[in-house]
């Protein structure tokens, strides 16, 4: 295919990309005196191009030796995770005290021993400390084919199931982990500044979850740790299941006309403009939000230990002169 083809088809169809991670298995979780978790395993990406200019690869760096469909398959390893909480995805809480039952009523910051996996480490000693992980983050780099244009990354809007899914074994799933799951979509330039860009989640947050604070202060919805002490509604840009406007009125999804994706006619807000042929860095972090209702203390026969999660991540790329 010539450029002058590759231009004309991104113009006309731009294209989709899907990244899927295996993300999630385990049985009863929460913010857990017992600090139960959940495991998080590999992550691969598949890259599906519709006129071969938006690609994606796992790390840091473009693979330009691929001019079609691409599949990029995450270095990173799997590990567990343990409910946690975040308002930025650069602080992060875990529980330390409890009141009222299990409810939670005091928080610790997250002491990373590894921030590129999210672990830290709980105990005094060697002989007593326990390797825990806040959250599971997958690297990855979007580019464009040289001489193919500049494209703007949106979620997919067309997709019947959902521009984000979580799936098991190919089956959309509405259980307790799946309600407290949270993804969170970064974005970092050339100077290695990252921005969270939007935090999803599969339903939308009600209730004051199980913290004492929000409680007694009738903070409800998206909640996030504030400090040791307190809890406050999220700051960060939200979306959940099909809604891609978030509360700041902003656009996060395109539209499909035909084989053409269009950008948001108003509050356009894309994931990452001007994609060129150098890229940029995609981080997508899963997490358990320990503040949400649905993270709980859960009977171990309430959570089935044998699901594995598959979070699928459907984008777009539409020509940027559009």
Known sequence: ??????????????LSVIVSLV???SATYAWFVSNSNVEAQTANVAAMANGMMLQIAAGTKPDHGKDNETIAFDTTGGHEISPSSTDDIKTWYVPSAWSDGAMVSGYSVVNFSDADTGEYIVGKNATDSKKYYAYNVSTYTLYTVRDTGIADVYLDGSQADGAITVTSNGQQL???VAKSMRIGISTVDKNGNETLKFVYAPSEPTGYGNDVYSKNNAITGWITVSNETSTKNATYSHIYAKNYIDQNSKNWAASKDGKSFIKPVSNASPIASGIDYNGIILKVYVWLEGTDSDCINTAADVVNEDLSYDVTLHMVGVNSDN
């Open 1 to 14: 295919m010539s450029v002058r083809q590759l231009k004309k088809e991104m113009i006309a169809a731009s």
């Open 23 to 25: 993300a999630l298995s």
């Open 174 to 176: 509405d259980d307790k």
